[in-house]
């Protein structure tokens, strides 16, 4: 479970400076045991011309001072700016594309391709999915309530969702965060599904007017936790303008993750493809990152961690895969080791965010744990301890689990032994909004940040994103409330 190499890359700074003080510790016991072998006066005279040669060469003023100086530049000069979020929003559904379990189920029938027991097998999905009676759709999907006709599908279609979320919510990500479109040095963009040409990001630059010279990523086919991968491209890109001096340099990056669900609709009847058609919604969430010193005062959060992990295992790669049916017909197909292989992946993320976040004492626990659990196999017990699983409690105060859905919540609400305050925020994201892929840690953190009553967020308080997506990847974000 440990990744040892993490661990000493975690640890080595601070085993530096042990040793260091172990070795003047060691010097100053050589002196006291010296001074008793020696006379009194000898050492004494010693001592004094030891310190009249410091005096004229290492500590003169001007070395000194020279140290000192070249001390302080070098610590400034290693420093990152901190990666301040200083605003967030997500995207509100108009009416018109809220419809409740037995609409969508309409909508399904509409498109005269599904058998009935396809249509019984998603309606005992949304029965169970724990979404709510008002979670939206696009449009091409909706608009066969009124017609009974089936939707006709087209890129055009796709591009229209797509303008509809992205421009609402950048303009207002900007509006909150006092921010002109010609201020953004960076733009990511993360949809895994549509992947226009020209892109997303070409869309949006185009709309908002940014700059010529504003660079643009757009990361497609990354899943449900692209949004984590994003933030973690945002921060190494900001880095690149980040003088490493207070109150000098640092850029501005805008990430966008969203999901267009238009061109998203299976229309077989294999029941390995039909969970997307109940799953996903229409949802999205601009954030507004900044590097700068001076946006340090009106930040909402700053950036702590950001931690990927990808399995690499065949299973892992294909329980999320999107592929065409025996009739020819194009799905996401999801395997039935979904849950295994996403246990697997988030335990490996949490050995590498643990020594980042964890208290000491709970480390020490961990390592105990496998200390004790290797003594019994070496003695040859069948029966051993169970390996002890920290407590990320201690170290955070507010959880935003990916809403993929309830039994993903309920699954890391028992392992990780977390109340029920902690998953609020998921829950009610999934009951709201449905599964509105890698935009569904913005929804939980923004009901956390405006709407949490048991547990409220305050100053100093810090908040683990937990997203998962296909290839298969679990991905977190440690953020700290300012």
């Known amino acids: 479970m440990i990744n040892w190499s993490h661990v000493l890359g975690v640890y080595t700074p601070h085993l530096f400076y042990v040793g260091i003080l172990a070795l003047v510790v060691q010097v100053m016991f050589q002196m006291n045991?010296?001074?008793?072998?020696?006379?009194?006066?000898?050492?004494?005279?010693?001592?004094?011309?030891?310190?009249?040669?410091?005096?004229?060469?290492?500590?003169?003023?001007?070395?000194?001072?020279?140290?000192?100086?070249?001390?302080?530049?070098?610590?400034?000069?290693?420093?990152?700016?901190p990666v301040y979020l200083l605003a967030f929003d997500t995207f509100k559904a108009p009416e018109s594309w809220k419809v409740t379990h037995e609409e969508l189920?309409?909508?399904?029938?509409?498109?005269?391709?599904?058998?009935?027991?396809?249509?019984?097998?998603?309606?005992?999905?949304?029965?169970?999915?724990?979404?709510?009676?008002?979670?939206?759709?696009?449009?091409?999907i909706t608009e066969t309530l009124k017609t009974g006709v089936p939707s006709k599908f087209t890129f055009e279609r796709s591009r229209e969702e797509a303008q509809a979320v992205l421009f609402d919510i950048v303009a207002k990500a900007l509006e909150k965060a006092r921010m002109k479109p010609e201020e953004i040095?960076?733009?990511?963009?993360?949809?895994?599904?549509?992947?226009?040409?020209?892109?997303?990001?070409?869309?949006?630059?185009n709309h908002f007017g940014f700059r010529s010279d504003c660079e643009t990523y757009n990361l497609s086919g990354m899943g449900c936790s692209a949004s984590p991968i994003s933030i973690k491209l945002a921060k190494n890109l900001l880095k690149t303008r980040d003088s490493g001096f207070p109150l000098g340099g640092g850029a501005v990056a805008l990430v966008v993750s969203t999901e267009i669900i238009s061109n998203a609709l299976y229309l077989g009847n294999e029941?390995?493809?039909?969970?997307?058609?109940?799953?996903?919604?229409?949802?999205?969430?601009?954030?507004?990152?900044?590097?700068?010193?001076?946006?340090?005062?009106?930040?909402?959060?700053?950036l702590l961690h950001a931690v990927r992990v990808q399995g690499n295992s065949k299973e892992a790669y294909e329980c999320v895969y999107e592929t065409e049916d025996e009739s020819s017909r194009l799905g996401v197909a999801?395997?039935?080791?979904?849950?295994?292989?996403?246990?697997?992946?988030m335990e490996k993320n949490f050995v590498k965010l643990g020594p980042l976040v964890l208290p000491l004492l709970e480390q020490a626990k961990v390592v105990l744990s496998i200390i004790v659990r290797t003594l019994y196999k070496l003695a040859g017990a069948e029966v051993r301890p169970k390996m002890y699983v920290p407590d990320f409690k201690k170290a955070v105060e507010h959880f935003c689990i990916h809403a993929g859905g309830r039994a993903v919540i309920d699954g890391i609400e028992k392992n990780m032994d977390l109340r029920s305050y902690h998953t609020e925020a998921s829950r009610m994201t999934l009951l709201?909004?449905?599964?509105?892929?890698?935009?569904?840690?913005?929804?939980?953190?923004?009901?956390?940040?405006?709407?949490?009553?048991?547990?409220?967020?305050?100053?100093?308080?810090?908040?683990?994103?937990?997203?998962?997506?296909?290839?298969?990847?679990?991905?977190?974000?440690?953020?700290?409330?300012?």
């Open 33 to 81: 045991t010296i001074s008793h072998m020696m006379s009194v006066e000898m050492f004494n005279n010693l001592v004094e011309e030891f310190h009249a040669l410091l005096r004229l060469s290492v500590f003169s003023p001007a070395i000194k001072s020279t140290v000192v100086c070249l001390l302080v530049v070098g610590w400034v000069a290693r420093m990152e700016n």
């Open 105 to 140: 189920v309409n909508c399904m029938r509409n498109q005269k391709c599904y058998t009935e027991e396809s249509l019984s097998f998603m309606k005992r999905l949304l029965a169970k999915s724990a979404t709510g009676q008002a979670t939206a759709w696009p449009p091409v």
């Open 185 to 205: 040095d960076f733009l990511v963009i993360n949809c895994s599904l549509f992947s226009p040409t020209p892109s997303l990001c070409a869309m949006v630059t």
């Open 271 to 302: 029941r390995r493809f039909l969970l997307q058609n109940t799953l996903f919604r229409c949802g999205g969430a601009a954030i507004v990152l900044s590097n700068k010193w001076t946006d340090g005062r009106r930040a909402w959060y700053k």
């Open 334 to 345: 999801l395997s039935k080791d979904i849950v295994k292989v996403a246990g697997k992946t």
């Open 432 to 482: 709201n909004y449905g599964n509105t892929s890698s935009s569904s840690i913005w929804y939980e953190l923004e009901y956390i940040h405006y709407h949490q009553k048991t547990n409220p967020i305050h100053k100093g308080d810090r908040v683990l994103q937990i997203a998962f997506g296909s290839g298969f990847k679990c991905n977190s974000c440690v953020w700290v409330k300012l």
